[in-house]
């Protein structure tokens, strides 16, 4: 009887012990936003599939904001549709306490031609962060893409973007974008 007891709590102690050396499920790793988010072609994949449409799609002026367009984003080029996608693959796009939105932020504009959809050419902002064009206090990187829908040119800091942030410093008020709400 004596025997069956210790044998029964050296059994017990041998599960205690596995059971606390056996590490706890490790939890779902979440993704956190680097301090300086740099968007690649990578990140540009399936973008009409699988990223949120937030607005479009738009021919010509005929946009809420279109009576800012002028010669800009081809709005003079009525064969062509504006749409546009968000992502942000660390949080949920909405301003923080600042008004900003959040580093990781990718709006990309695609423009299409109407008769068969093929992808002409389109326009990106990518929210950087750190102190990243730190002279607009906005941290976007502004991007225009190709035919392919690739990166092709970087305005990388606010000189070189005046062209951009000139025309979207009327939405200052919803850091500098027109679309996201
Ligand atoms: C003359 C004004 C003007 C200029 C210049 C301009 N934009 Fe825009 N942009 C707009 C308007 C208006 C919209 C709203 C969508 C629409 O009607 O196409 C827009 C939308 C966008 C969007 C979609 C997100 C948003 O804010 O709605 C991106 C991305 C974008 N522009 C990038 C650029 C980049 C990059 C440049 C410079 C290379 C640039 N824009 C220059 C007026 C302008």
Redesign the pocket.
């Known amino acids: 009887m004596k025997t069956m007891v210790s044998r029964f709590a050296s059994a017990c102690a041998l599960v205690v012990v596995v059971y606390a050396c056996t590490p706890a499920p490790s939890p779902t790793p979440v993704a956190t936003a680097p301090t300086d988010f740099i968007a690649g072609d990578s990140n540009l994949v399936n973008v009409a599939s699988t990223w949120n449409r937030v607005?479009g799609p738009?021919v010509g002026a005929a946009?809420p904001?279109?009576s800012?367009?002028?010669q800009?984003?081809r709005a003079t080029d009525t064969t062509v549709v504006?749409t546009?996608y968000a992502r942000n693959n660390f949080v949920t796009i909405t301003k923080d306490a600042s008004g900003r939105y959040p580093v990781g932020t990718m709006?990309?504009?695609l423009f299409r031609r109407r008769s068969d959809s093929t992808v002409v050419g389109g326009?990106?902002?990518v929210k950087r962060g750190g102190d990243f064009a730190s002279a607009n206090r906005s941290g976007w990187e502004?991007?225009?893409l190709n035919a392919s829908g690739a990166i092709t040119t970087r305005?990388r800091n606010d000189s070189a973007?005046t062209?951009?942030i000139?025309?979207?410093t009327a939405?200052m008020a919803n850091d500098y974008?027109?679309?996201?709400k």
């Open positions: 607005a738009y946009a904001d279109g800012f367009l002028g800009a984003h504006r546009i709006v990309v504009k326009s990106m902002m502004w991007i225009n305005f973007a062209g951009c000139n025309c979207h939405r974008s027109f679309s996201l």
